[in-house]
Structures are given as structure tokens and as C-alpha cells.
């Protein structure tokens, strides 16, 4: 079986300071992990997604995030915020082969930056 | 259209009553999925289609959801005797067929937000 925990359902930063949003996984087979975010009125947007290439995954608008198996973690950064980063993200995971889009979502971190 | 798109955008309806959304995928996708997201929650799986059928519906709450997709394209999620629990935004996502040519990336619309009076 296949779990997210987000740690902190909302986060502020000031602009031009270091983003992290904490995601620990459980996956009982090797998984895929995605970040997606969400912004007001609008779906859901894939920010970047591991699966079982390069541990360090980069995606849109500056983000990235590092594949940890020894700590079941797949945290996301950015170096610098942005104001138009404010938004909800999700981190998810799958089993990867024909189960790859029945993802598991954590409950979602809130990110409110500061001018 | 480019992306998913998913009517009613919002669906008033009375305890009891009957409802349906629907869903258009991206052109070219197989794969269809139905999420449905609570408030304060991340989203949760409900059912998968590739092509006509429903490749898992384990999500499905109970036997008052039902989905279809007839043509292999558009997909309707059904509700009956809804309940005030049912409200939440049901999210439609496609993509390509998992395991092959797609590496999990979903294509999600921007839902529609059910409230049960």
C-alpha cells in the first residue's frame, strides 16, 4: 500500500527565501512520487515527478526535489520565493506500472509568501 | 479543447436527488480518472478507465456512484439519492496509457464543486 504525510498544512515564507514543503512517503513498492500544485481557482498542475531516474528531480518555475529512499522523503525546495508561488501543493505516490495514475495525495501544504 | 475540461463547474443540488458530471479528456488520451477531493483534504482516487472500461473502481465509495465512458472518451461520474457527505469537488484527470508511453503524468481539469443541501 501506498501513503503520503505532509508535514505542516501551511507554510510562510517572506520573498526571496528558501521554500521547503516536507513529504514522507510508505510505499511497499518501489514508487513514483509527483509534487503537483494548485492555485486558486484552477487543477491541479504537475510541478515535477520522480520515477526511478536521477534522485534529484527539477521541475517548473525553480522548484525541485531529492528522491530519499533511506528516509522515505521526496521534500520540495525552491531557493527563492516568489510571490506568485503562493499556492497549495500536493505531493503523491504510486506503484508505477499499471497502477501509475492511481495516485495517493497527501492532504496538501498551503504556501502564503510574504513581500 | 487543450486541456480536460469538466462540466457543471458548480452543481447546487437537494439531499436525495440525482446528479451527474461530466468530463471531456485531452484528445488522444486512454487513460481517464476520477478523484474527488474534501475540503481541507488531498484528492482520493475513485475510478480509472482505460478505453470503455473501468479498469479499477475501488475507490468508489458506495453503490450510489457510478461512472461510464461509453465512447472511450467522454466520461460521465453518476450520483444517486446524493448525500450532504457527497459535497466536495470531484476532479477529472487523463493521460497517456500508465506503463508505456506515459510516465504518470495526469491532466487534471479544474473539477466540479458539488454542494448537497
Known amino acids: 500500500a501506498q501513503s503520503v504525510t505532509q508535514l505542516g498544512s501551511h507554510v510562510s515564507v517572506s520573498e526571496g527565501a528558501l521554500v521547503l514543503l516536507r513529504c514522507n512517503y510508505s510505499?511497499?513498492?518501489?514508487?513514483?512520487l509527483f509534487w503537483y500544485v494548485q492555485y486558486p481557482n484552477q487543477g491541479l498542475q504537475l510541478l515535477l515527478k520522480?520515477?526511478?531516474?536521477?534522485?534529484l528531480v527539477k521541475g517548473i518555475n525553480g522548484f525541485e526535489a531529492e528522491f530519499k529512499k533511506s528516509e522515505t522523503s521526496f521534500h520540495l525546495t525552491k531557493p527563492s520565493a516568489h510571490m506568485s508561488d503562493a499556492a497549495e501543493y500536493f505531493c503523491?505516490?504510486?506503484?508505477?506500472?499499471?497502477?501509475?495514475?492511481?495516485?495517493?495525495f497527501g492532504r496538501g501544504t498551503q504556501l502564503t509568501v510574504w513581500p | 479543447g487543450a486541456g480536460v475540461s469538466q462540466t457543471p463547474s458548480n452543481k447546487v443540488t437537494e439531499k436525495g436527488k440525482y446528479v451527474e458530471l461530466r468530463c471531456d479528456p485531452i484528445?488522444?488520451?486512454?487513460?481517464l480518472y476520477w478523484y474527488r477531493q474534501s475540503l481541507g483534504q488531498g484528492p482520493e482516487f475513485l475510478i480509472y478507465?482505460?478505453?470503455?472500461?473501468?479498469?479499477?473502481d475501488s475507490g468508489l465509495p458506495n453503490d450510489r456512484f457510478f461512472a461510464v465512458r461509453p465512447e472511450g472518451s467522454v466520461s460521465t461520474l453518476k450520483i444517486q439519492r446524493t448525500e450532504r457527505g457527497d459535497s466536495a469537488v470531484y476532479l477529472c484527470?487523463?493521460?497517456?496509457?500508465?506503463?508505456?508511453?506515459?510516465?504518470?503524468?495526469?491532466?487534471f481539469g479544474e473539477g466540479s464543486r458539488l454542494t448537497v443541501l
Open positions: 484528445s488522444g488520451h486512454t487513460a
Open positions: 503523491a505516490v504510486s506503484g508505477g506500472g499499471s497502477t501509475l495514475g492511481r495516485l495517493y
Open positions: 484527470a487523463s493521460s497517456l496509457q500508465p506503463g508505456q508511453t506515459s510516465t504518470g503524468e495526469l491532466f
Open positions: 510505499s511497499s513498492v518501489p514508487p513514483y
Open positions: 520522480y520515477t526511478s531516474a536521477a534522485t
Open positions: 478507465f482505460q478505453g470503455t472500461g473501468a479498469a479499477d
